[in-house]
């Protein structure tokens, strides 16, 4: 046959075919998604303010840019909850990629504030003492100079900062804020990299211990593509399970409920295998973002080698971000598959909660300390994650809206207790600090006790709830080992306090810097929070309580 014949045959089945419908325009609910669209916005801003304005101009011009996208995007959450959008209105956007519900705004809110606070640890430039006569913050002069060398050197001389840190701070709560409410496994896995690309970068970026710094980067970007890569892995076996990336389709195949089935797919549907598999691969990369055990490995040194402003932020967070993410997947898309999860996740809460706990024990660096002792209370947020009721969602919200301030109002702390080499996080130079430096002291002392869960603090408030809910949900056996490891968490705690207040000072001991308004603030807040959630928290229950609802 010629090729003139072909080319007939073709153009005559094109045409006697009907004729080709139009690609629907998508249909997009600006207003429902306003929060992330204002920090996408200014994370943009950020990058265009680094390009035009001079360098002794952008510092102020990038601080000023976060903190109104942050504060406009938390008024934005504020204004879809007042219009009902957290309860009666509650709905799916995007063309079905985002749930604008009670759960995806309260833990919106959460990161929106966690990450305002953040940002002023970020912005503190008080606590070193000033180089060439400028002020320097707690990242590097210029990230790209090889540390100890002449650019370094040059740069630091020239006065240089990185003010970039602040744009990248808003993709990755803009990254944040997309993952808890995203409502298909695509948005889920871009909403992943967006939020983890800039914590690579961040944690790189130290003044001090450069090397250290990014060392913790390289090991936490080498595992985190391990994880993501798992996480696209499930995401492409649950596509072959169920046809569909849409949480409320692939909801619907577990379930047996779903109608009209692709024909090209109904061999593989009712493959279980996928399902089970595709589901513990998502679950896995989730688990890996909490820092459960055994997926825990990169938490102690990303936390010890990042700038403590960002380490800071990030164990607040991306906590905050991931367990909701994690809820969503369980409650809204596996509630079919309970009895299979719920055995196994109940084995992740058990090895977490006690090796955190115990492993926190012989630490001797109060920032893998407190990395540990964070694996530890994603065990205790584990457990309400288990319950599989709606108490255990609104348990897990208030959870994690108490753990984010106590946490960098800790890290914040940390920032101020310095010697030559920058800041003294080996805990035999905190000998004495109570004596040298009383009021540091006695607020991290309220952070700790925080932690461990002493009544009128809100680590009670959270803890009470959660194991609570997880008894009421038949994980009794569960809530005897929290309150185990709590015990055990306790004695490391306490042993820090004591330390603190019942010990000489050195001669050659730290010293305590004295912060800028921005790190007071950020602590301020934060003893704030810990103990208003610990001695009111009724009605912050009741507004957990009140958002504890998924839509579908």
């Given at each position: 046959?010629?090729?003139?014949?072909?080319?007939?045959?073709?153009?005559?089945?094109?045409?006697?075919?009907?004729?080709?419908?139009?690609?629907?325009?998508?249909?997009?609910?600006?207003?429902?998604?306003?929060?992330?669209?204002?920090?996408?916005?200014?994370?943009?801003?950020?990058?265009?303010?680094?390009?035009?304005?001079?360098?002794?101009?952008?510092?102020?011009?990038?601080?000023?840019?976060?903190?109104?996208?942050?504060?406009?995007?938390?008024?934005?959450?504020?204004?879809?909850a007042e219009g009902g959008y957290g309860t009666t209105k509650a709905r799916i956007a995007a063309m079905g990629a985002i749930a604008v519900d009670g759960p995806a705004l309260f833990l919106q809110g959460t990161i929106l504030l966690a990450a305002l606070v953040g940002l002023f640890t970020f912005a503190e430039r008080r606590l070193d003492p000033e180089v060439h006569g400028n002020r320097v913050d707690s990242f590097a002069a210029q990230a790209a100079s090889v540390p100890g060398s002449d650019s370094e050197k040059a740069a630091v001389k020239a006065g240089f900062t990185t003010t970039e840190v602040f744009p990248l701070l808003l993709f990755a709560v803009a990254g944040m804020l997309v993952f808890p409410s995203a409502n298909d496994l695509l948005t889920l896995f871009i909403a992943l990299e967006v939020f983890s690309l800039p914590l690579y970068l961040l944690c790189a970026l130290a003044r001090r211990k450069r090397l250290m710094s990014q060392e913790a980067a390289v090991k936490y970007f080498l595992l985190g593509a391990f994880a993501s890569a798992f996480t696209l892995f499930g995401?492409?076996?649950?596509?072959?399970?169920?046809?569909?990336?849409?949480?409320?389709?692939?909801?619907?195949?577990?379930?047996?409920?779903?109608?009209?089935?692709?024909?090209?797919?109904?061999?593989?549907?009712?493959?279980?295998?996928?399902?089970?598999?595709?589901?513990?691969?998502?679950?896995?990369?989730?688990?890996?973002?909490?820092?459960?055990?055994?997926?825990?490995?990169?938490?102690?040194?990303?936390?010890?080698?990042?700038?403590?402003?960002?380490?800071?932020?990030?164990?607040?967070?991306?906590?905050?971000?991931?367990?909701?993410a994690l809820?969503?997947?369980?409650?809204?898309?596996?509630?079919?598959?309970?009895?299979?999860?719920?055995?196994?996740?109940?084995?992740?809460?058990?090895?977490?909660?006690?090796?955190?706990?115990?492993?926190?024990?012989?630490?001797?660096?109060?920032?893998?300390?407190?990395?540990?002792?964070?694996?530890?209370?994603?065990?205790?947020?584990?457990?309400?994650?288990?319950?599989?009721?709606?108490?255990?969602?609104?348990?897990?919200?208030?959870?994690?809206?108490?753990?984010?301030?106590?946490?960098?109002?800790?890290?914040?702390?940390?920032?101020?207790?310095?010697?030559?080499?920058?800041?003294?996080?080996?805990?035999?130079?905190?000998?004495?600090?109570?004596?040298?430096?009383?009021?540091?002291?006695?607020?991290?002392?309220?952070?700790?006790?925080?932690?461990?869960?002493i009544p009128l603090t809100s680590g009670f408030a959270g803890k009470f709830a959660v194991f609570k809910a997880a008894a009421e949900g038949g994980a009794a056996p569960l809530v005897v080992v929290g309150v185990i490891s709590s015990a055990i968490a306790a004695f490391f705690y306490i042993r820090v306090i004591v330390l603190m207040f019942f010990s000489e000072p050195r001669p050659e001991g730290p010293t305590v810097a004295v912060p800028s308004p921005l790190t007071m603030t950020a602590i301020g807040v934060g003893v704030a929070v810990t103990l208003v959630l610990g001695v009111a928290p009724q009605y912050f229950l009741d507004l957990a309580n009140q958002a504890g609802v998924f839509v579908r």
């Open positions: 046959m010629s090729a003139s014949a072909v080319h007939s045959l073709w153009t005559t089945a094109a045409t006697a075919a009907e004729p080709i419908s139009k690609i629907d325009s998508p249909k997009i609910e600006y207003g429902q998604l306003s929060p992330t669209l204002i920090v996408v916005g200014a994370a943009i801003i950020g990058v265009l303010v680094e390009a035009f304005v001079p360098r002794k101009h952008r510092y102020y011009a990038q601080l000023f840019v976060s903190v109104v996208a942050l504060v406009a995007a938390f008024a934005a959450v504020v204004a879809l995401i492409a076996l649950l596509y072959g399970y169920a046809g569909s990336v849409s949480y409320g389709t692939l909801a619907q195949v577990v379930d047996g409920t779903v109608q009209n089935v692709n024909p090209a797919l109904a061999d593989t549907m009712g493959n279980d295998a996928l399902l089970l598999v595709g589901s513990a691969m998502i679950v896995m990369g989730l688990l890996f973002k909490v820092g459960a055990v055994p997926f825990h490995m990169w938490t102690p040194d990303v936390y010890q080698g990042a700038p403590t402003p960002v380490t800071g932020f990030m164990a607040a967070a991306t906590k905050v971000a991931a367990f909701g809820l969503r997947l369980l409650y809204v898309v596996l509630p079919g598959l309970r009895w299979d999860w719920r055995p196994v996740m109940w084995g992740v809460a058990v090895v977490t909660m006690l090796g955190g706990a115990i492993v926190a024990i012989t630490q001797t660096d109060i920032k893998r300390l407190l990395a540990y002792s964070s694996i530890a209370h994603a065990g205790f947020i584990l457990a309400g994650v288990i319950a599989t009721t709606p108490d255990g969602v609104s348990s897990v919200l208030f959870y994690l809206a108490a753990y984010s301030f106590v946490t960098i109002g800790a890290f914040a702390v940390v920032t101020l207790v310095r010697d030559a080499g920058g800041e003294a996080t080996h805990l035999s130079k905190w000998a004495g600090l109570g004596r040298r430096s009383p009021l540091v002291a006695a607020v991290f002392a309220v952070f700790l006790l925080a932690f461990a869960g």
